[in-house]
C-alpha cells in the first residue's frame, strides 16, 4: 500500500468512527483494520508522524468538524471519529514528547463556574486535538481564577469558556475581563447553546462560532496555523 493510500485510510476511519479491528462500528467496516492499525502501519513503512498527524488526523477530523457543522452528522459519530482519533494519537504521542511533532499552540478550555455541563466542551477539545492543538481541559464548574491560574502555567494559550445555561453566561462575562485585564491580547473564545455573537461583542471577546469547525477555521486564519 503506498504512503498517500494509507494516510487516506486513516482520515476515512477517522471521518466514520472506525476505532481498531476490533470496533464493531460502523457495520460496513467490520473485521477490518481501523485508524490504530493503519497508524502504526503509516509509522512502520516510515512515514513521518507530522505527514501522519496532518494528512491523517487532521484530514479525518476536519471532515467530522464540516459534517457537524452541516447537520450531517451528530454527537454520536463524532464521538465515535474521537475514539478514532485517540487510538491513533496513542501512536503518535511519543514524537509529540520527542519534539517530533510540534502543535500549533495551547488551548485552555473549560465549563465557566456554575455551570456542569461538558459534552460541548468535549467535542470542541477532540476537535481541536484532532486539528493538532494541545489542549489543556479544565473541566467544569471553572472559576476565573483557575482560568488566570492555567494562564500562567501556560502562557500565550488561547482560552475557551464553555456555557450552557442563560444564568451562567454572566460568569463567562467576569472570566473574559478578567483574562482581558491581565493580558489584552490573549485570545478569547466562547461557545455554547445560549450564546451569541452579539453577547460575544458586549463582553469583549474575540470569537464565537456555533460550531467547532467554526473556531478551528479562526484560529488556523489567525494564527496562520492552517
Known amino acids: 500500500m503506498k504512503h498517500n493510500e494509507i494516510l487516506e485510510k486513516i482520515a476515512y476511519c477517522i471521518e466514520y468512527g472506525k476505532i481498531d479491528r476490533n470496533s464493531p462500528f460502523p457495520p460496513n467496516l467490520k473485521g477490518q483494520d481501523g485508524a490504530g492499525e493503519y497508524t502504526q502501519m503509516a509509522l512502520e513503512k516510515g512515514i513521518r508522524a507530522d505527514d501522519v498527524l496532518r494528512m491523517g488526523l487532521m484530514q479525518g477530523m476536519?471532515?467530522?468538524?464540516?459534517?457537524?457543522?452541516?447537520?450531517?452528522?451528530?454527537?454520536?459519530?463524532v464521538l465515535m471519529s474521537a475514539k478514532a482519533m485517540n487510538s491513533s494519537m496513542e501512536?503518535?504521542?511519543?514524537?509529540?514528547?520527542?519534539?517530533?511533532?510540534?502543535?500549533?499552540?495551547?488551548?485552555?478550555?473549560?465549563?465557566?463556574?456554575?455551570?456542569?455541563?461538558?459534552?460541548?466542551?468535549?467535542?470542541?477539545?477532540?476537535?481541536?486535538?484532532?486539528?493538532?492543538?494541545?489542549?489543556?481541559?479544565?473541566?467544569?464548574?471553572?472559576?476565573?481564577?483557575?482560568?488566570?491560574?492555567?494562564?500562567k502555567e501556560h502562557p500565550d494559550s488561547v482560552v475557551g469558556l464553555s456555557a450552557l445555561l442563560t444564568t451562567t453566561m454572566a460568569n463567562m462575562k467576569e472570566t473574559v475581563e478578567k483574562i482581558k485585564d491581565?493580558?489584552?491580547?490573549?485570545?478569547?473564545?466562547?461557545?455554547?447553546?445560549?450564546?451569541?455573537?452579539?453577547?460575544?461583542?458586549?463582553?469583549?471577546?474575540?470569537?464565537?462560532?456555533?460550531?467547532?469547525?467554526?473556531?478551528v477555521d479562526y484560529l488556523n486564519q489567525r494564527y496562520n496555523a492552517g
Open 62 to 77: 476536519d471532515r467530522v468538524g464540516k459534517k457537524f457543522r452541516e447537520n450531517k452528522i451528530f454527537v454520536p459519530q
Open 91 to 151: 501512536h503518535l504521542m511519543p514524537f509529540f514528547t520527542s519534539g517530533e511533532i510540534r502543535s500549533k499552540g495551547k488551548f485552555i478550555i473549560g465549563t465557566v463556574l456554575g455551570d456542569l455541563h461538558d459534552i460541548g466542551k468535549n467535542l470542541v477539545s477532540m476537535i481541536l486535538k484532532g486539528n493538532g492543538w494541545e489542549v489543556i481541559d479544565l473541566g467544569i464548574d471553572v472559576s476565573s481564577e483557575k482560568f488566570l491560574d492555567a494562564l
Open 182 to 215: 491581565q493580558n489584552s491580547e490573549t485570545c478569547v473564545a466562547i461557545g455554547g447553546a445560549p450564546v451569541t455573537r452579539e453577547f460575544c461583542d458586549r463582553i469583549g471577546a474575540d470569537i464565537y462560532s456555533p460550531d467547532p469547525q467554526g473556531l
